[in-house]
Nanobody, 123 residues
């Protein structure tokens, strides 16, 4: 599956932003989808993931209650709604698709990646 994630942008602290990631192909619903991020000088880290059906989700502790991942299998798209953004959320955000049934937080279990989109939160 090929992933495209346009969007991102600059937002003030406390603001909101929604990322979207569109997948090509007809097998989108067979993939667990995840969002990861990488800040300058830091390793890529897990942010959120959603299972194939969209009923089960998992979040990084620091974004729980602020971010919401969702998917629309009819549109082959996964979303990440980010509320109450903080400067420490600044990073390049990547969407990823993985073949595992279980939601995984290890980036090595995802085999398709989007190109990354910059999110900058100003204080």
């Amino acid at each position: 599956v090929q992933l495209q994630a346009p969007g991102g942008g600059l937002v003030q602290a406390g603001g909101s932003l929604r990322l979207s990631c569109a997948a090509s192909g007809r097998t989108f619903s067979s993939y667990t989808m995840g969002w990861f991020r990488q800040a300058p000088g830091k390793e890529r880290e897990f942010v959120a993931a959603i299972d194939r059906s969209g009923y089960s989700t998992r979040y990084r502790y620091s974004v729980k209650g602020r971010f919401a991942i969702s998917r629309d299998n009819a549109k082959n798209t996964v979303y990440l709604l980010m509320n109450s953004l903080k400067p420490e959320d600044t990073a390049v955000y990547y969407c990823a698709a993985g073949p595992r049934v279980t939601i995984m937080i290890d980036s090595a279990t995802y085999d398709s990646w989007g190109q990354g989109t910059q999110v900058t939160v100003s204080s």
